[in-house]
Nanobody, 118 residues
Framework: QLQLVESGGGLVQPGGSMSLSCAAS??????????MAWYRQAPGKEREFIAS????????RYGSSMKGRVAISRDNAKNMASLEMNDLRTEDTAIYYC?????????WGRGTQVTVST
């Protein structure tokens, strides 16, 4: 079963940058067969799509809220996906989640808190 653990969150000042990582582990899965995605959820709001990347990095897609300020990547050799975020704003404060998708299989991490504040 695939398990995902996000890391790299914390406190950052407005205009700053932050890099999030998502590590996949478990038995009986092949990381390179999963597309990976990042979402976020702010207090009182619905979960929002940020970015996704194909199993072999053949495509990337970005949601409108952070487009131009984020970049998604993956390293299949390390079973990891990453999200680079730049020019962070206070409204980017949220819990950030990674998700793995392969056909009818999916997994979610528990999230990492990102707080953008002075």
């Amino acid at each position: 079963q695939l398990q995902l653990v996000e890391s790299g969150g914390g406190l950052v000042q407005p205009g700053g940058s932050m890099s999030l990582s998502c590590a996949a582990s478990g038995s009986g899965f092949t990381f390179s067969t999963y597309a990976m995605a990042w979402y976020r959820q702010a207090p009182g709001k619905e979960r929002e799509f940020i970015a996704s990347i194909g199993w072999n990095s053949d495509f990337t897609r970005y949601g409108s809220s952070m487009k131009g300020r984020v970049a998604i990547s993956r390293d299949n050799a390390k079973n990891m996906a990453s999200l680079e975020m730049n020019d962070l704003r206070t409204e980017d404060t949220a819990i950030y989640y990674c998700r793995a998708i392969s056909g009818n299989k999916e997994a979610w991490g528990r999230g990492t808190q990102v707080t953008v504040s002075t």
